[in-house]
């Protein structure tokens, strides 16, 4: 089966990591896109489109402010996770995701990929401060993330977490006064999206429907 996945480079490293080479063409578009889902919808919808001679379609973003709402493709079918964003779908799934949420809401989740490609919450204040200047800058971080006091670091099974990210990790928390903490993550649901899988919270979305919140919402295979 001809394979095409588009996703975000959040998740670029772990598919890479997964995905068998002979068998799935991978495009990966810029982290910034999130700031813009619109401009994304626009720009998943043209790939889609472009790629209408493949067997299956694959998407790695959840639903990303809604982002995959009304995307159709005419001709091939997709799967499409029905996680809130990518960190469930690093963690495996929504009910894990929800879970930890519920213990800590104040908790800040980073991935290899998030630290990578990702605006991170002091990449932000630098681009305020430069902009508004220290003491604007400062008011407008504490109003975003005031309210966190955890940077949770998911460590991708089979991955190296060079001590690199670390450092990056160890300089946003120290900065924002957060403590942090590491959990595993749980490659089982991406790898089910790599592998063109039906499972739990994957869902299946036949040629020219489109997607609907509905699909988010019911979480299984239609």
């Not at 929504?94 to 800040?108: D, H, S, V």
């Not at 290899?112 to 002091?122: A, I, N, S, V």
């Not at 060079?162 to 990056?168: A, E, M, R």
Request: hydrophobic share 35%; with cysteine; proline share 4%.
């Amino acid at each position: 089966m001809k394979i095409k996945l588009i996703g975000c480079h959040s998740t670029m490293n772990e598919v890479k990591a997964l995905k068998n080479d002979g068998l799935m063409d991978c495009e990966f578009l810029d982290f910034n896109y999130h700031a813009l889902p619109a401009e994304l919808h626009k720009k998943i919808q043209e790939i889609i489109d472009a790629s209408q001679d493949y067997d299956l379609i694959v998407l790695t973003y959840g639903r990303c402010s809604n982002t995959l709402v009304d995307l159709v493709s005419p001709a091939v079918p997709m799967l499409i996770p029905t996680t809130h964003d990518c960190i469930g779908l690093l963690m495996g799934s929504n009910a894990r995701y929800l879970e930890l949420f519920c213990k800590n809401t104040r908790t800040y989740f980073f991935s290899q990929g998030w630290l990578d490609y990702g605006r991170t919450p002091y990449d932000e204040y630098l681009e305020y401060v430069e902009k508004y200047g220290e003491k604007k800058a400062g008011k407008i971080i504490q109003a975003l993330y005031g309210h966190y006091n955890k940077a949770m670091l998911i460590k991708s099974v089979g991955m190296e977490m060079p001590d690199s990210y670390y450092g990056k990790l160890q300089k946003i928390a120290d900065f924002f006064g957060w403590e942090i903490e590491e959990m595993e993550g749980d490659a089982g649901l991406l790898n089910a999206l790599v592998r063109g899988e039906k499972l739990e919270d994957v869902v299946f979305i036949e040629p020219g429907q489109p997607v609907t919140l509905k699909h988010f919402a019911e979480g299984e295979p239609t």
